[in-house]
């Protein structure tokens, strides 16, 4: 089932190459150097972690700090090398959320306001078609990662009781451990997995840990960056939505309902509502006034809000914008 959320209206180009995003940008990639210099670290190569192909038989991606791969298997993006878990954990831990320079709390929660209802509706809509009411959501660490997110949801989500397992990188271990904990003493309606399975070093764990702890039934929310989007196939690892200890994993659609059906799940719903991707590609080819790339070159030279907007739109429609949402069922 696809559910494609319409735009009310384009963000502004300020919100996706502003110095807010440019200052997270460096701030994620000197975090990168400081592990990929730390020799105590060990690395583990792995293959896809969505459909499991060997990475001999996948394409180069980029080398952004690290090698990455795109699978020819299933066109997922991923990191070729990973630190353990409990590293990235850490180093998470030790670089929270930050917001913008000058930027007070109530100027950052107005900014992702958007972002909150549309994950609130996404679980509304959901709601409505099945036969069983979503009472009890537990949130898996997006709290920690939009700090205004708990806030929101207190103002906004009345008619749901809401847990909030934030990340704590002695708790989880290599195999989501609190999570296990969480599951078994509180069965949820929902799981939400919020922007995390492309920031983990091996997704599947994290979904195998639900379908082991959480009753049948169960649904589970994700959403993550989506490999298919025209941002990725267009700009490639010069993405801008393309940072890599953020994109250890970026999955395609086939890949992500591989992995899920390969544990277990049922997939319900796939959509891809991403709202950026025509002012990204529009900022980038109006930058880049040299860059000649067919048809899409001559087309962001013309566009005005109106053809961008058709165009977000359009890949809302065929699953070709770069958010990725998947409600799978255990």
């Not at 009781?161 to 271990?173: K, N, R, V």
Request: aromatic content about 8%.
């Amino acid at each position: 089932m696809q559910t494609p959320v319409f735009l009310d209206h384009l963000p502004d180009a300020s919100s996706v190459s502003g110095r807010k995003s440019e200052r997270y940008r460096h701030i994620r990639n000197k975090a990168l150097i400081e592990l990929l210099m730390d020799e105590d670290v060990a690395w583990v190569d792995r293959d896809c972690p969505a459909c499991g192909a060997p990475a001999t038989e996948s394409q180069t991606f980029g080398q952004v700090f690290m090698p990455f791969q795109r699978c020819s298997g299933c066109n997922t993006i991923y990191a070729r090398r990973v630190p353990d878990q409990p590293v990235l954990d850490q180093l998470r831990a030790a670089h929270p959320a930050a917001r913008s320079e000058g930027a007070t709390e109530d100027e950052d929660s107005q900014a992702r306001e958007f972002e909150f209802i549309s994950i609130l509706n996404w679980i509304s809509l959901s709601d409505g078609r099945g036969d069983r009411r979503l009472r009890k959501v537990l949130d898996y660490r997006y709290s920690s990662h939009a700090p205004d997110w708990e806030t929101a949801v207190g103002r906004l989500s009345k008619s749901r009781s809401w847990q909030f397992l934030p990340l704590d990188a002695d708790a989880a271990g290599e195999d989501f451990a609190d999570l296990a904990v969480a599951l078994k003493a509180d069965t949820p309606d929902v799981v939400l997995i919020q922007a995390e399975m492309d920031r983990v070093a091996h997704p599947e764990k994290l979904l195998a840990t639900i379908k082991a702890n959480a009753p049948k039934g169960t649904l589970v929310f994700i959403a993550s960056s989506c490999a298919d989007g025209l941002e990725y196939e267009l700009l490639g690892a010069g993405a801008p939505s393309f940072i890599p200890l953020d994109r250890l994993a970026v999955f395609s659609i086939a890949g992500l309902r591989s992995m899920a059906e390969r544990l277990g799940y049922t997939v319900r719903e796939v959509s891809t509502p991403g709202r950026r991707d025509a002012v990204i590609l529009d900022q980038h080819f109006r930058q880049a006034a040299n860059t000649n790339v067919p048809f899409w070159s001559g087309f962001f030279r013309d566009a005005d809000r109106n053809r961008l907007y058709d165009l977000q739109i359009l890949l809302q429609r065929s699953l070709r914008s770069g958010l990725l949402r998947f409600v799978i069922e255990t």
